[in-house]
């Protein structure tokens, strides 16, 4: 199983520098709580637009540092109309919790190193 963070992707960005790895993991972490969070309320509001710009930030987020298994996560709930398609939108956000404790994790791993 690969990691919940490609650190060799991140390290093309951050040139291998241990301290800014953690930085950026530390500011990802807390970016994806709070805004995996948000889902739920999204719902709750029948907010389309905002549930786009969530996952929309996800996705990129994630993919900027290598955390590509909740980067599909999130494009996949990317198009989900969460109005229309209330179950899939719940489902897509069980998966990004999912997807965001292992991330997390991960984090949480590599900055006790």
């Given amino acids: 199983m690969k990691p919940a963070v490609d650190l060799q992707h991140l390290c093309r960005y951050t040139g291998g520098d241990e301290a800014l790895n953690a930085e950026v993991l530390e500011l990802f972490d807390s970016q994806i709580s709070e805004m995996v969070g948000k889902l739920r309320s999204i719902l709750d509001a029948q907010d389309a637009k905002s549930w786009k ?27 989900i109309d969460p109005v229309r398609d209330r179950g899939n939108a719940s489902i897509a956000i069980r998966t990004l919790v999912t997807c965001s404790a292992d991330v997390q994790s991960f984090i949480r791993g590599y900055l006790k190193r």
């Fill in 53 to 79: 710009e969530v996952t929309h930030t996800l996705k990129g987020a994630a993919r900027g540092v290598g955390a590509f298994h909740f980067a599909d996560a999130a494009a996949a709930a990317e198009p």
